[in-house]
């Protein structure tokens, strides 16, 4: 199974400042063939279900405020939330989809206003 | 609008089954690939089980293979998970959610709110 490890698991940022959460999978998820990273991130707020934020590293749903931003290749990925607001508090999942046999998550990370 | 609602959970003795079902709305559902992820008590997220559009290929997490079978109702807009030989650490919210796209390999787009199963004596 590919293993899927975040840091740090929990985060405090001050509003308006910029929040970085990493994400490390034990093998390169980036596809050869279609230079394609197979990863992905989601929010979930506390008695919701999670929410998908960003696919392909990078590529940013629909709706999802431009300060969510998603960086990375191979093994290694960030989230970058580049102005902290109050409605971002929340837990953030990274995702493998590389290995569909199983699908992985990472531990999350809690992030909180500081 | 996209919605998945999720019904079944319950509290059930170890040992015992469940089924849980997942209807769809608001997008062609037989195009769509599917999947159940669970969340326990204070933790992560965890993947467990995946069907395709057509319902004719199922993929397992090795904790759930040989107890648990996913189906699909593409004319019933509808989503199973039979679950036998529950556990006490099968006790989760169990999400179904939708893949972004037909394949086997995106991020999950949508969700259902997710129905709690208790496995407990």
């Known amino acids: 199974d590919i293993v899927m490890t975040q840091s740090p698991d929990s985060l405090a940022v001050s509003l308006g400042e910029r929040a970085t959460i990493n994400c490390k999978s034990s093998q390169s998820l980036l596809y050869s063939s279609n230079n394609k990273n197979y990863l992905a991130w989601y929010q979930q707020k506390p008695g919701q279900p999670p929410k998908l934020l960003i696919s392909?590293?990078?590529t940013r749903e629909s709706g999802v405020p431009d300060r969510f931003s998603g960086s990375g290749s191979g093994r290694d990925f960030t989230l970058t939330i580049s102005s902290l607001q109050a409605e971002d508090v929340a837990v953030y999942y990274c995702q493998q989809y590389f290995s569909s046999s199983p699908y992985t998550f990472g531990q999350g990370t809690k992030l909180e206003i500081k | 609008e996209v919605h998945l609602v999720e019904s079944g959970g319950a509290l059930v003795q170890p040992g015992g089954s469940l089924r849980l079902s997942c209807v769809a709305s608001?997008?062609?559902?037989?195009?769509?690939?599917m999947h159940w992820v669970r969340q326990g008590p204070g933790k992560g997220l965890l993947w467990v089980s995946g069907i395709n559009g057509d319902g004719s290929s199922t993929k397992y997490a090795d904790s759930v293979k040989g107890r648990f079978t996913m189906s699909r109702d593409n004319a019933e807009n509808t989503l199973y998970l039979q679950m036998n030989s529950l556990r006490v650490d099968d006790t989760a919210v169990y999400y179904c959610?939708?893949?972004?796209?037909?394949?086997?390999?995106?991020?999950?787009?949508?969700w259902g709110q997710g129905t709690i199963v208790t496995v407990s004596s």
């Open positions: 959610t939708r893949v972004h796209t037909n394949t086997w390999y995106d991020g999950f787009d949508i």
């Open positions: 608001g997008f062609t559902f037989s195009n769509s690939g």
């Open positions: 392909w590293a990078s």
